[in-house]
């Protein structure tokens, strides 16, 4: 599970003053917000949101998110980081510089993915920045600065949004669910007044998977009422999770169908109905109607079908799941998810065989759950190969050929064709 990606980013952090500097002009400008002289004039607030931002960005250094390493070391004069390591981080492996003021995170594409201040000039300069911005949009009583205020502040949620990544890919997600909502607050401030439903569903969903309901569901609904349900309709997933581990099982299944209704090909909405139905009821049957009922809308969309291959395939029901995949491709021979529904199954099939005939110490049920390994095993080769074919994802074919290839393994010995198609799929897995 991911998080909404941000629009954009920051691109870069053009001309940004030495710490010195950058330390020199915040003293100035917080003395005169002090000043009773100055303190009543908008400008003074400007200067002020505009040195905080300064002194923030200035621990960053000169690197910005997507540089490459030669690209930052002609902006930062060939700066020497005092120390190099390889760190995994979300299951991605980064090359880390340490600097005094802040870690870089590169790639492995050599591309800077991190900035990690370690050594802020001020702490919270992004939240006191917002509070000047709005004194100064206050102060500016002929709003001739609305342009300067709306610019920064579409700046400071922009910084938000970065950090909450970073604290995220850091494992901090309390942290990032914090960010992601000051970056949400930042955008709807007067007078940008924006909707940021993706730093809301962000918040959410970074709250959820540390386990505060009570705060996932309250940016959650957020997301729901302004129409954001996530990637795939995740949000009304998400809701009906929350209701459930409340204890109200009909408050989830009323987000399921509603979520379904809109996305009926999210698996997270279709396990959760599946579990909600077999759970509550002992019969899916509500789910083969609401099927039914997206059918008789859309009777040419194929992607129905393959839901319903989906269902029957959770539920066991082998012969019913080849129908509704064989069903889909019929409609649309070009649909290459019902062709991966019907190889998924199979294969899946044949891993459970596999699992059952280690386990098993009679000979004879032994070599029967061979035999039905291998015949699922062989079932999955030619719906996966006509997938393979018609898709034009890059990363999802080369999930396909990962199953063809470990598919052909087992019998490239016995016939020559799949010692052929073993080395076809292993080439585009080494090749990704």
Do not use: H
């Not at 607030?45 to 910005?64: H, Q, V």
């Not at 870089?104 to 802020?120: D, F, R």
């Not at 080369?398 to 198609?421: G, H, M």
């Amino acid at each position: 599970m991911v998080l909404a990606l941000a629009a954009a980013f920051t691109a870069a952090n053009a001309q940004v003053k030495s710490i010195s500097a950058a330390t020199s002009a915040l003293q100035k400008a917080e003395a005169d917000a002090q000043n009773p002289k100055k303190a009543d004039k908008f400008a003074t607030w400007l200067k002020y949101g505009k040195t905080l931002i300064d002194a923030y960005d200035a621990p960053a250094g000169s690197g910005w998110l997507g540089a490459s390493k030669s690209e930052v070391q002609i902006v930062s004069n060939n700066e020497k980081p005092m120390s190099l390591e390889q760190v995994s981080l979300a299951g991605q492996t980064f090359e880390k510089e340490v600097y005094p003021t802040r870690n870089y995170y590169y790639n492995m594409a050599g591309q800077l993915s991190l900035i990690e201040v370690t050594k802020p000039i001020v702490e919270d300069a992004l939240d006191k920045a917002l509070d000047a911005y709005k004194k100064a949009y206050e102060l500016d009583v002929k709003k001739s600065k609305v342009k300067d205020v709306t610019g920064a502040l579409v700046s400071i949620s922009g910084k938000y949004n970065e950090d909450a990544y970073t604290a995220y890919t850091l494992g901090d997600l309390k942290k990032a669910s914090e960010l992601f909502e000051k970056a949400a607050v930042a955008r709807g401030t007067e007078p940008l007044s924006q909707v940021d439903s993706n730093s809301i569903y962000n918040a959410g969903f970074t709250a959820w998977l540390v386990g505060d309901m009570d705060r996932a569901e309250k940016f959650f609904l957020e997301s729901y009422k302004v129409g954001y349900y996530g990637d795939g309709g995740e949000t009304f997933a998400k809701l009906a999770d929350i209701a459930q581990k409340k204890g109200d099982g009909e408050k989830s299944k009323d987000y399921l169908e509603e979520g379904f209704q809109k996305f009926p090909q999210s698996q997270s909405i279709l396990v959760g109905l599946i579990n909600y139905y077999t759970t509550n009821s002992g019969s899916p049957d509500r789910l083969f109607q609401l099927l039914d009922e997206a059918k008789k809308n859309e009777p040419n969309n194929a992607s129905l079908y393959y839901v319903e291959g989906n269902v029957y395939t959770q539920l066991g029901r082998t012969e019913e799941a080849v129908a509704a995949y064989d069903q889909c491709s019929q409609i649309d021979p070009n649909y290459a998810f019902g062709y991966i529904g019907k190889g998924q199954m199979f294969y899946n099939m044949a891993a459970k065989y596999s699992q059952e005939a280690q386990d098993e110490m009679d000979d004879a049920k032994y070599m029967a759950l061979v035999e039905k390994f291998e015949n699922s095993l062989k079932a999955c080769i030619e719906p996966f190969e006509k997938a393979f074919e018609l898709l034009q994802d890059e990363q999802t074919k080369v999930a396909v050929a990962e199953y063809l290839k470990n598919a052909c393994f087992r019998f490239r010995t016995s016939d020559p064709a799949y010692q052929a198609k073993y080395d076809k799929y292993a080439a585009v897995v080494a090749g990704q």
